[in-house]
């Protein structure tokens, strides 16, 4: 079936729709809003993208985003550096800044174990994690994986590989629904979950 828009319409639609979650209503939707827009709208958008893209970055030490070496979380003096919350990726650290039950430090994995989709260990930022744990004297790892098969399988390996280094593993307790993404929970249960985190054992 032949679209009812012009090619350039057409084809902001389809970008727009390639999108995570933006279905092809939501991705329509979009499209004309943007075209009803002012100009002055649409470019600032358009800035923010570009300027996104070009000048964000993974740290160094943690793999939040950055727009400089370390993230502004790393070069926090007041944050705790013994205790580290390894997290799947970004969205979860904004989740988990948002109950202010937690101090120390982050490490973003980039991902989970997936081995149905070709996602292993190496795929991930595990041996990063574990270089980090000597040089900054962590003693206490905080596994705030999702609470799925993918996020268990995540935390379980972590266990095995951190516990011959002494390092105590602990994960986010009741409160986390079984299934659950930890970027959609809310902070009071994620304030308790963190309150009543649990010891992990190999």
Excluded: W
């Excluded at 105590?168 to 409160?175: E, I, N």
């Amino acid at each position: 079936m032949a679209s009812p828009y012009t090619p350039p319409v057409q084809m902001l639609i389809d970008e727009l729709g390639r999108l995570p979650g933006i279905g092809p209503r939501s991705a329509q939707r979009l499209a004309l809003h943007l075209i009803k827009s002012e100009n002055e709208d649409v470019a600032r958008l358009a800035r923010a993208i570009i300027e996104a893209k070009q000048r964000v970055r993974f740290c160094d030490r943690c793999f939040n985003l950055a727009d400089a070496e370390l993230c502004s979380i790393c070069t926090d003096a007041k944050r705790e550096t013994s205790i580290v919350c390894v997290v799947e990726d970004s969205r979860d650290i904004a989740a988990l800044e948002r109950t202010g039950e937690f101090r120390g430090r982050y490490h973003v994995l980039l991902g989970l174990i997936d081995p149905l989709q070709g996602v292993s260990p190496e795929n991930l930022k595990v041996r990063e994690l574990i270089a980090r744990i000597k040089p900054e004297g962590i003693t206490e790892v905080v596994v705030c994986t999702s609470n799925n098969t993918e996020g268990d399988v995540t935390a379980m390996y972590l266990v095995r590989l951190l516990d011959p280094l002494g390092v105590t593993v602990s994960r986010l307790a009741s409160g986390l629904p079984v299934g659950g993404d930890i970027e959609f929970a809310d902070e009071v249960t994620l304030g308790r979950a963190f309150g009543n985190r649990r010891r992990l054992d190999p």
